[in-house]
């Protein structure tokens, strides 16, 4: 049975909510919705954010400058709950006038720098501390190719793959269809790459790895959206490979701990405001199970 259709109107007009997951905060309109500063710690850099593929790039960013020795990385990591709409508040908007996480204040500079688009943030500590991006100019332009990559396919996994297949209040075959393409193409183009390529700029682990990790990897465990064996991820073996590789890192497990409201207790560290906070801190030392 075909897909019903729909014929637009000729005017669109907002006049109810879309349905699926996400229908209380979406709306087509931008600018906050009530006043709440944000608040602010200790260390240079301040982090508003959620444990999402997005969020979870600059965590691990984070924890990879620090593993490196960068003590100026230092960082405090405050819970933005997306559900209950805390990044439609006056001092997120302010940071981030899209409203979506993370948003990142350095506060190292005078007066402090401003930083939304997780691309933005990865690509400006890279250069701030002179690390995850390669020097020489080939490798460099390639991190920064694949870099870019990620913020311009990832939309297709999460809004068009991941909206239609498991969060769509309705399940239709035309879009579920068209996005599982689109993915299966994406996660082959990996996999060409890394057929050759130890890591996305060649040999060297950069910025490149941290963005495409948190999407594609997760998307190949089976992980994201339940959709292993549909997208049958089990054939993209040298995206599996770089998957383990990466996420083998002291500084990515740790990163992917960070703003994490899912998943075991042990793996969830809300908000991080100390390194010693993944000793202390977790869901499960907070909240011990009976």
Do not use: C
């Not at 087509?28 to 602010?40: M, S």
């Not at 709950?81 to 439609?88: D, P």
């Not at 969830?268 to 390194?275: F, G």
């Amino acid at each position: 049975m075909a897909d019903p259709t729909y014929t637009p109107p000729k005017i669109w007009t907002w006049d109810k909510e879309s349905g699926g997951r996400f229908a209380s905060i979406n709306r087509p309109i931008a600018g906050p919705t009530h006043d709440k500063e944000l608040p602010v710690g200790k260390h240079p850099f301040q982090l508003y954010s959620l444990g999402t593929p997005n969020g979870v790039k600059v965590t691990i960013m984070f924890e990879e400058l620090l593993a490196a020795g960068f003590k100026a990385a230092e960082y405090d990591a405050w819970l933005i709950n997306i559900g209950e709409g805390a990044q439609f508040s006056s001092g997120f908007v302010d940071i981030n006038p899209n409203s979506k996480i993370p948003a990142l204040m350095d506060h190292s500079t005078t007066p402090p720098t401003r930083l939304f688009e997780s691309g933005s943030m990865l690509l400006y500590l890279a250069e701030k501390f002179g690390a995850f991006l390669p020097k020489d100019h080939y490798k460099r332009t390639e991190a920064i190719n694949w870099l870019f990559w990620q913020m311009g396919s990832a939309p297709f996994l999460g809004g068009g793959f991941g909206h239609f297949y498991a969060y769509a209040p309705e399940k239709y075959e035309y879009p579920i269809n068209r996005y599982a393409m689109e993915v299966k193409r994406q996660l082959d183009v990996l996999d060409r790459h890394l057929k050759v390529n130890e890591y996305f700029a060649g040999d060297e682990y950069s910025i490149a790895d941290m963005a495409i990790w948190p999407w594609y990897g997760a998307l190949v465990t089976g992980a994201v959206y339940d959709a292993g064996e549909f997208l049958q991820v089990h054939e993209y073996t040298n995206v599996i490979r770089w998957m383990k590789q990466v996420g083998a890192r002291p500084g990515v497990k740790r990163g992917a701990m960070v703003n994490r409201t899912f998943g075991k207790p042990e793996s969830q560290l809300r908000e991080r405001h100390d390194a010693s906070d993944f000793d202390t801190r977790t869901q499960d030392k907070l909240e011990p199970q009976s």
